[in-house]
């Protein structure tokens, strides 16, 4: 069985930093796409952060290019994401998404969001106040 757990969501303060972890088991981790995305009542679930299966190529959302991070360690199945600089269109209920299947943007992999088969984590509230 697949699981995709993810931690780290708070409530912080504009400016501040903040770290999602996601743990992965029951998939051969070498063999996914990670990314973490976002998603608000008013928005689409976006893309964010995503890594290729090597790390070798990263996507990162214009609104975040700067200030998160995306690292992932084959090891441990374990991809973290380290945000810093938050301000308050940061804030969202942010998944993990694991895949074999990824869609290509802007020179970059992304999980897929049309099939089924892609993984998903029930998403950790991240809450930026001004």
């Known amino acids: 069985q697949v699981q995709v757990v993810e931690s780290g969501g708070a409530v912080v303060q504009a400016g501040e930093a903040l770290t999602l972890s996601c743990s992965v088991s029951?998939?051969?981790?070498?063999?996914?796409?990670m990314g973490w995305f976002r998603q608000t009542p008013r928005k689409d679930r976006e893309a964010v952060s995503c890594?290729?299966?090597?790390?070798?190529?990263?996507y990162d959302a214009d609104s975040v290019q700067g200030r998160f991070t995306i690292s992932r360690d084959n090891a441990q199945l374990t991809v973290t994401l380290p945000m810093r600089l938050l301000n308050p269109e940061d804030t969202a209920t942010y998944s993990c998404?694991?895949?074999?299947?990824?869609?290509?943007?802007?020179?970059?992999?992304?999980?897929?969001?049309?099939?089924?088969?892609?993984?998903w984590g029930q998403g950790p509230p991240v809450t930026v106040s001004s």
């Open positions: 029951g998939l051969s981790f070498d063999d996914e796409t």
């Open positions: 890594l290729s299966l090597t790390g070798l190529y990263t």
């Open positions: 998404a694991a895949s074999s299947i990824h869609d290509y943007v802007a020179d970059a992999y992304v999980p897929t969001q049309r099939y089924e088969s892609t993984s």
